[in-house]
């Protein structure tokens, strides 16, 4: 079970769907037993998915999204689908409120068995429903599957949703690890993190923080240092670290001073396993040795913060492929959720860390890639493959 502290990313998140005012909002204050989510009996309450970060016991750390109705024929109703379906990108497990007609359900069902996102079927408002049984009976002759019967508005069936939801879970939700099998209980390893302007002033970044966190837990030696102190720091350790783990803006400067023995890799580099496909990644890198200035690349941030002097996704990335390509090299920059449906005309895609989206949302854009035949790789293989060590370095 994760800590309440657990960042969003790496939560479970589950995402309510169903038609305007099926108790969606209702549903998600139940569940977590606060007023999460604005509740009206006016049709279209819910404009965008809210989300909303809780411990539930017997789940664990979770992030609810609480969609609008996939049914809205209002102005601003396409719009708040094309949101819905945003949201679908991020869920590891939907909870879909259904009628007994399942008009509207069936299609969004075929399009999440198809994502292979599993599916919770409920019957809400059982309480007011003069045969809950015969409409559960209807639900499970139209898609072959009975829904849980709840009442959001009196708690009933709210066990046997969480009872739902922890069956439903991927079964290697809780076996993903950032270090994986690189290192092991009373391992020496160094990070070295370069504290230039993206690192907040008087913090550490999240993937130093969660790294840290994980090496700690596997009772790891723990080290750290700047880049400019990496020699001290190896003359003063009594043997060499079986790994470090380094900014990727520095890979070539660190692989020059490390020891023979120690492995090297990325905070980039490992997320690109914990949060994505390692495998595309790294498939997908000698395309950037194939561009030419006639080119298009997409260049992916899951942050959106204000761009900064030397950002790597902005500015030194870029810097790096035109230095390597021709100046000409046409580059777009997306943040955020803003990742365009059709890549096509794009030869390259090049995707952040990831640290502030979790598994399934990354994976989501690596399938939609892959199906359009369109390379994907991350900002710290890319970084590897400019710097000639991708073959080098560990994941």
């Not at 790891?220 to 190896?234: G, H």
Request: charged content about 25%; some cysteine.
């Amino acid at each position: 079970m994760k800590h309440p502290a657990t960042p969003r990313a790496n939560r479970l998140h589950i995402a309510l769907m169903g038609r305007t005012n099926s108790g969606k909002s209702s549903l998600v204050n139940a569940l977590t037993g606060q007023d999460t989510a604005l509740v009206s009996a006016l049709p279209g309450t819910t404009t965008d998915p809210v989300m909303k970060s809780m411990e539930i016991h017997g789940i664990g750390a979770c992030t609810f999204i609480d969609t609008p109705g996939f049914d809205d024929v209002s102005e601003l109703g396409e719009k708040r689908i094309e949101r819905t379906e945003k949201a679908m990108e991020k869920a590891d497990i939907v909870l879909m409120l259904c009628q007994p007609d399942m008009t509207e359900e069936l299609t969004w069902l075929k399009r999440l068995q198809s994502k292979k996102i599993p599916v919770v079927l409920i019957l809400n408002k059982i309480d007011i429903r003069d045969n809950a049984e015969g409409d559960s009976a209807v639900i499970k002759e139209k898609c072959g599957e009975r829904p849980v019967l709840v009442s959001a508005l009196n708690g009933d069936g709210m066990e046997e949703i969480r009872n739902a939801i922890t069956a439903s879970m991927p079964e290697d939700y809780d076996a993903q690890s950032i270090t994986g099998s690189l290192v092991e209980e009373g391992d020496l390893v160094l990070l070295v993190m370069p504290q230039d302007l993206q690192a907040p002033k008087g913090r550490l970044i999240l993937p130093q923080v969660q790294t840290m966190r994980e090496l700690l837990d596997k009772r790891c030696l723990v080290m750290s240092c700047t880049t400019d102190k990496l020699s001290l720091t190896l003359q003063a350790m009594a043997y060499p670290p079986k790994l470090i783990i380094t900014d990727s803006q520095v890979f070539n400067t660190v692989y020059e001073l490390k020891p023979a023995e120690s492995m090297l890799t990325s905070f980039s580099v490992l997320f690109a396993a914990y949060k994505g496909d390692i495998d595309y990644y790294v498939q997908s890198a000698p395309t950037i040795g194939q561009l030419t200035e006639n080119s298009k690349v997409l260049i992916a941030e899951a942050c959106t913060h204000v761009p900064l002097n030397e950002d790597i996704g902005r500015v030194k990335l870029p810097r790096l492929l035109r230095q390597k390509i021709g100046e000409k090299l046409h580059i777009d920059i997306t943040a955020g959720n803003d990742f365009p449906k059709d890549l096509n005309g794009y030869d390259l895609v090049i995707q952040c860390g990831a640290c502030m989206f979790n598994r399934k949302h990354v994976l989501s854009r690596i399938e939609q890639a892959e199906a359009q035949h369109i390379p994907m790789t991350n900002y710290g293989i890319a970084l590897a493959y400019l710097g000639g060590i991708l073959d080098k370095i560990e994941w």
